[in-house]
């Protein structure tokens, strides 16, 4: 306990028990602590764990040893929850002479500072939820803190004169630049939320390890643009949501090493005299290229992936190459790099200078377009190209001469990154449900596309198009899926539920569009000795109760389920949804005040997928208002099993996993 601070530290080891100099680590940290120490600008002494904590870990900067001593809390900002709340609502507002924080929170110190520690402008406000600091001096850091509060952290645009260093989860506000001779340090497991349109630019020194580097909303921010220091390095880090991930220009021969680069244009372009060494990569894009080379760029590219594992479709060309760049994909003969099969049409495009693949042991896949080049060679001049994988067979060539042989006779091992991505950026359909779960209905669409191109032939590419399809429809886009989910119909290399779940969107299509007999023929159409035929009949007919309010065209639908399908479980499944329907009371006037919402009164009960199911299913509902709900599971018999949900909601759609337990 320390006596000058307001509360208890738990001090210990969280890893590998006492390592070699624990002891003293300690120690020093206690030693700190108790006495204090007197920070120099301000004058003031101050009794700071997490302080204390950095400075012992800095003279004891052993890996190990530096993980294994922990603290938990901090008596200073008086945080002691593991569950801590957040600034969900920050505004900031800046009009040039002067800017104003509002954190929509009461009792918030807010605090504005110049980016050379202070000096140019320091200032914080105590106890209050907004505050305007008038001052031209950018860039600023704006930080607010309260009582059991994560700190929200921002930067404002600006130019930076001074060394950096960034940590935490740090909103970038306008475009910042780091000036020739000053260094941003970005530090480990620090997320740069960065918003839509702006760049980070660095003519002095980037350090980056292990930092995540997104945009801060739905839009793309524009990318890290990097023409200093060739000491600078990005390692270990996640860029995405951005125009272009990494461009590199001047004569920077920055390291760019285990990187997962997701862009929507570019994810690495090299320029001007550049030389980047670019080694154990995925390098994704979703249009253009993973890499182009430009003017004079050389360059290295070892070990990397290229293409779009994890983006709908893929970029144009796997590598672009123009002017004199000369980038090798054949480093002391073993480039080893990895092209992706869903690059559009050119695998490597050269307009220009001499790329180097000869003898790279590389494997470059055919690309997906139906007239499409492995390599095409538009420079004026040959290519060599000997000794890489294309497949299988020799390669597709178009232009001038690509010299290709001899070609390898099977894949190259090892070959592509030595690492494999996480669970949540290879598992595509993961990613979709997680954006359809956060209402970004066209990101999952997107998303949701390129997982089902990737499991045509299985059983998961039905639950792709599924949640594809439910995007759109979300999105109000569900019409102009139409020829997509026709063509479905027609292509019998699909998995069979892939026919039956375009049948359902078709469907409901019709349904919309008021034309029920056609809505009806189609759900006829899936054979009876298919379950799919089952749920698509009762999805019709709870469509018509819930979209249309027609019953008696319900009861109908319901009817011809139960003749096709003469089992128990189907026939009380008709009479409990029919029973509620019938029950339920009609909706009173808007004009009439109503004490209790139902959840079908202010939104609606949209779909239980899969159904029927084996491990899990997710129930899925939306709602137009705040409003209390309830959701109970009944067996086939109307006895109630289980609640799932039984307390207040707020508006929009809600998903609920149900492992199908109890039942």
């Known amino acids: 306990m320390n006596w000058h601070i307001n509360g208890p530290l738990i001090l210990g ?96 110190n807010i605090c504005a500072c110049s980016g050379d520690k202070g000096s140019a402008f320091w200032q914080i406000e105590n106890d209050v939820s907004s505050y305007t600091f008038y001052t031209s001096v950018r860039p600023l850091y704006i930080t607010i803190t309260k009582h059991n509060y994560a700190p929200y952290t921002a ?16 909103h970038v ?33 980037i350090e980056a390890d292990d930092a995540t580097f997104q945009s801060s909303g739905s839009g793309r921010w524009y990318g890290i643009d990097v023409d200093g220091s060739s000491s600078s390095y990005i390692k270990n880090c996640q860029i995405k949501d951005c125009d272009y991930g990494i461009i590199v220009g001047g004569n920077c021969a920055m390291s760019i090493k285990k990187n997962d680069i997701q862009a929507h244009y570019t994810g690495i372009r090299i320029t001007e005299d550049s030389n ?60 080893r790099n990895k092209f992706e099969s869903n690059i559009v049409y050119i695998g490597v495009c050269i307009l220009g200078g001499y790329p180097t693949y000869a003898y790279g042991y590389n494997w470059i896949e055919r690309p997906a377009y139906t007239t499409p080049y492995h390599v095409y060679n538009a420079s004026g001049h040959s290519i060599g190209a000997q000794n890489n994988y294309w497949g299988g067979t020799d ?32 598992n595509v359909l993961y990613r979709a449900w997680q954006a359809y779960r956060e209402n970004d209905y066209a990101g999952a669409k997107e998303l949701a596309k390129s997982a089902f191109q990737s499991h045509r032939s299985d059983n998961q590419s039905a639950e792709a198009l599924f949640l594809a399809m439910k995007s ?83 009861v109908k639908v319901f009817n011809i389920m139960t003749n096709k399908y003469q089992d128990e479980e189907t026939k009380t499944v008709k009479e409990n949804i029919l029973a509620f329907h019938q029950s339920r009371p009609a909706k009173p006037p808007k004009t009439q005040p109503q004490s209790k919402t139902t959840v079908a009164e202010s939104g609606n009960l949209l779909q239980v997928y899969p159904n029927p199911f084996n491990l899990s299913t997710t129930i899925t509902y939306h709602l137009a208002e705040p409003v209390f709900v309830k959701i109970i599971i009944y067996d086939l018999l109307g006895r109630e099993i289980n609640t799932l949900i039984s307390g207040r909601m707020e508006n929009g759609s809600h998903d609920i996993i149900w492992d199908g337990k109890d039942a």
Request: charged fraction near 20%.
């Open 155 to 170: 930067v404002t645009g600006g130019t930076f004169t001074s060394d950096e260093y960034w940590f935490g989860n740090l």
């Open 276 to 335: 980047p060494w670019i080694e154990d990569c995925y390098i994704q894009a979703k249009t253009i290229a993973p890499i182009i080379t430009t003017g004079n760029g050389d360059g290295v590219v070892m070990r990397c992936n290229l293409g779009s594992t994890t983006l709908y479709n893929g970029p144009y060309y796997g590598h672009e190459n123009m002017g004199s760049g000369s980038t090798c994909f054949n480093y002391q003969m073993c480039g």
């Open 13 to 108: 080891n969280s890893r590998w028990s006492h390592w070699t100099n624990s002891w003293e680590l300690h120690r020093e940290f206690s030693d700190l602590w108790s006495t204090g120490f007197v920070d120099s600008e301000s004058g003031k002494s101050s009794f700071h764990a997490g302080v204390a904590e950095t400075v012992s870990k800095q003279n004891y900067n052993d890996h190990y040893l530096r993980y294994s001593h922990n603290c938990f809390g901090c008596p200073e900002t008086e945080i002691w929850t593991d569950s801590l709340l957040s600034f969900d609502n920050v505004t900031i507002s800046d009009n040039g002479s002067s800017i104003t924080v509002n954190a929509n929170v009461s009792g918030c």
């Open 472 to 554: 759109a429809y979300r999105e109000g886009m569900l019409a102009g899926e139409e020829g997509n989910l026709q063509s479905l119909l027609k292509d019998r290399s699909l998995h069979h539920t892939v026919t039956y779940e375009a049948v359902r969107w078709l469907m409901k299509l019709n349904l919309y569009r008021g034309e029920t007999r056609k809505a009806l023929d189609l759900a006829l159409s899936v054979p009876d000795t298919s379950l799919f035929g089952r749920e698509i009949l009762l999805d019709l007919g709870v469509d018509l109760l819930e979209k249309r309010k027609d019953m008696d065209e319900a």
């Open 395 to 426: 390669p597709l060539v178009g232009g001038y001469t690509v010299y290709y042989q001899p070609v390898l006779g099977s894949a190259p091992d090892p070959v592509g990154p030595s690492w494999s991505l996480s669970k949540e950026v290879t």
């Open 173 to 205: 506000l306008g475009d910042v630049t780091i000036t020739s001779g000053a260094t941003l340090s970005i530090l480990d497991d620090t997320k740069v939320k960065v918003n839509a349109g702006y760049a980070l630019t660095v003519h002095g020194k």
